[in-house]
């Protein structure tokens, strides 16, 4: 299982999404395939068509930047980070 | 039966809702819905009740939010706005169309999308591919900043599968098929620059329709007002007595064919109205000639813009008239432009206003 964290912009586009959940997968675009099964829609606001992520929304595995390939590890931690930008 | 007025305001920081009765004096704000996205455009189905919203996130990508309930839940949807694989690339939806039980809406790379099922999914109709310019209207040295692609769909009263495009710095396409084909409609207008094809590489701001006379289109072009009695096939220019010839925002009078509304802007980088001085515009005569109202707005330092979905009138007895600025401010005229009060003074820039009157 990894404990994936999700960022804040997140939760509210989706019904009972929290920011912090365990999501058995093998990589990064795995445990997003899990969480768009079971929040349709989801996959489509972190990546674009290729698939590859989003221009500003970034992944770390265990604190090393990742990419959808990146494979999880049993307890990786998996940060998913809208860029600090805007005002 | 009592009715109620409801301006839907598109800004850069979601979409608000403000809702007065006939009387048009007293406003309520509610808002900021949609999660905070920048709307592009909110319109009301009248029909339906339906508040869709269109929305691009800096993070999340684009889709369209919509409302049931007059701004109570909302639900967002991006499912089949998309370009097939490899082909475009879909960075924002912009001008909503809503008619006929379709929702239509405009994306940038340029296409069409529409949804049968009340904005749920969403399906491409078309990129116009056999269309003069279309080699060329997708090169990112024709896109400037803030590029919106397919800006804005117009329905027409005849049925679903009868509707006109603006392609932003290209021009008016028209379909009466359902979006198979498509026809340039931009013969007489004018443009400062060289053409490569005089058919098209028009930048038409705001195409409006008379409610009473379906072959009266007005348009406010980056070069000038411009009126069609053909349906939009030959086009004749009418900014004569207008300040300067370019501006955002037109609106056509409900009842009167001959009636319509402008906000002339400078020109320049400013985009702001000229000396400072907020006026709406209206002619009685079809464009002969013009007068300036402006009775309740600010006559000094308001150096205030009106972008292209910032202006909008009702269809009332006594039309009322509602626009948005760019600084986030909202006025209102109850009496046909003659006067006018600010209903909203702190919102969000605001990049759209679109007016339903509905029964109690």
């Given at each position: 299982m990894a404990d994936l964290h999700l960022p804040p912009?997140?939760?509210?586009?989706?019904?009972?999404?929290?920011?912090r959940l365990d999501v058995d997968a093998t990589t990064v675009n795995e445990a997003i395939d899990r969480l768009d099964e079971r929040w349709p829609g989801l996959r489509d606001r972190l990546c674009e068509p290729g698939p590859a992520l989003r221009p500003h929304i970034n992944v770390y595995v265990d604190r090393e930047r990742a990419e959808l390939a990146t494979a999880l590890g049993p307890g990786s931690r998996v940060d998913v980070i809208a860029a600090i930008s805007g005002g | 039966m009592a009715k109620r007025i409801v301006l839907a305001v598109g800004t850069r920081k979601g979409c608000f809702l403000l809702e007065s009765d006939e009387g048009r004096r007293d406003w309520e704000v509610r808002g900021p819905f949609c999660d905070g996205w920048p709307v592009y455009h909110a319109v009301v189905d009248e029909g339906s009740g339906t508040i869709y919203a269109s929305a691009a996130s800096e993070w999340h990508g684009a889709g369209v939010w919509r409302s049931p309930d007059m701004g109570e839940t909302w639900e967002l949807s991006s499912e089949g706005l998309q370009y097939p694989e490899g082909e475009l690339k879909l960075s924002r939806v912009s001008g909503l169309g809503v008619g006929h039980g379709k929702v239509r809406v405009g994306a940038e790379a340029a296409g069409v999308f529409e949804s049968g099922d009340g904005g749920a999914t969403w399906s491409l109709v078309s990129t116009l591919d056999d269309q003069p310019g279309r080699g060329s209207w997708n090169d990112p040295s024709n896109q400037p900043p803030g590029h919106l692609g397919m800006t804005a769909i117009l329905p027409h009263p005849d049925g679903p599968d009868r509707y006109m495009i603006i392609v932003q710095g290209f021009g008016i396409f028209e379909t009466t098929d359902g979006g198979g084909s498509w026809e340039p409609r931009n013969s007489g207008l004018r443009a400062e620059w060289p053409l490569e094809d005089e058919r098209v590489g028009y930048c038409v701001h705001k195409l409006v329709m008379s409610p009473v006379d379906h072959d009266r289109f007005y348009q406010q072009n980056h070069c000038g007002m411009h009126r069609s009695d053909d349906g939009g096939r030959t086009w004749t220019e009418v900014t004569d007595g207008l300040p300067t010839d370019f501006g955002f925002v037109a609106a056509a009078h409900p009842h009167d064919r001959e009636s319509f509304y402008v906000i002339p802007l400078d020109p320049g980088h400013g985009r702001c109205m000229p000396d400072g001085a907020a006026a709406v515009w209206r002619t009685s005569d079809a464009g002969s000639t013009w007068q300036r109202l402006h009775r309740g707005l600010p006559q000094q330092n308001a150096y205030i813009g009106v972008l292209r979905e910032g202006l909008a009138i009702d269809s009332l007895d006594a039309p009322g008239l509602y626009f948005g600025t760019s600084t986030g401010q909202v006025f209102a005229s109850a009496d046909e432009g003659e006067t006018w009060d600010e209903i909203a003074s702190y919102l969000p820039g605001i990049s759209s206003v679109e007016v339903a009157v509905l029964e109690s």
């Open positions: 912009t997140l939760p509210s586009l989706f019904v009972d999404l929290p920011r | -």
